[in-house]
């Protein structure tokens, strides 16, 4: 309250969450002493009202679990890439009030990953359907590697975890994981699959960054799989977060 630029991350249970020190570190870095970054942990989408009640001088937010697609009714606009992909995880707050969203984590996804792609993959299986997977799946598509879902259960365009036979696995040689499972302080979890399926071939990707390994990276770098966490794409689309809402960058 009562700074001139006020900037927060959306969520629930994200006390754990990397963008409040990284926002704060970069208003240090930058003598920026008009800037806030803060937390606003909400119990359901429908107290997001009251956040932008209660502070007027909001500039910009970014969204994260689990409210990328339940957000989107709460917005004025969507940003080309935001209708595409049908999540956010990025709002711009006009001087007028109109809140429009973007989506940065499909940018951040995609410049991480694009580097490490020396020998493409032309299939990937994205662990998880929620509001980070279909970011996941739209990058996927612009660097023209076929994405398969999996989840729990099985419905159209979505396999299941046990459905995962070995030549589907041989197929698919990057993997990525877009649910919480192992996110800090539940370090031990992660997907139900088989994890003597992954082989020197593989890459495996989490979204997760703390822990820095998490189970899933662990289980496939026993298996010889290169590994990569979300920590890079984190700030890759942090970066792209402010360059929207300090009009540097347009969707």
Do not use: C
């Amino acid at each position: 309250m009562g700074k001139r630029n006020q900037y927060g991350l959306v969520g629930k249970n994200i006390e754990y969450s990397f963008s409040r020190s990284y926002f704060k570190q970069r208003f240090s870095n930058k003598g920026d002493v008009e800037s806030t970054y803060e937390n606003f942990d909400i119990a359901q989408i429908s107290d997001f009202d009251q956040i932008l009640t209660d502070n007027p001088n909001l500039k910009g937010l970014n969204v994260t679990i689990p409210y990328k697609e339940s957000i989107i009714p709460y917005l004025d606009e969507l940003s080309k890439n935001a209708i595409r992909i049908g999540a956010v995880n990025t709002i711009k707050i006009s001087k007028k009030g109109k809140l429009k969203g973007y989506n940065t984590d499909w940018h951040g996804f995609y410049k991480s990953l694009k580097p490490l792609l020396k020998n493409k993959p032309k299939k990937a299986l994205i662990l998880g359907t929620g509001g980070a997977s279909k970011a996941v799946y739209h990058a996927l598509e612009q660097l023209n590697i076929e994405p398969q879902y999996v989840s729990r259960n099985s419905e159209e365009g979505v396999l299941s975890y046990g459905a995962l036979t070995a030549e589907i696995f041989a197929a698919h040689l990057l993997v990525i994981n877009t649910t919480p499972l192992g996110t800090f302080p539940d370090i031990d979890q992660k997907p139900d699959l088989d994890y003597g399926l992954f082989t020197a071939q593989h890459l495996a990707y989490d979204l997760i960054y703390n822990p820095e390994t998490s189970a899933f990276l662990r289980a496939a770098q026993l298996q010889g799989a290169q590994i990569k966490n979300g920590l890079e794409m984190l700030e890759l689309q942090a970066e792209k977060s402010w360059k929207i809402w300090n009009k540097l960058a347009l969707s």
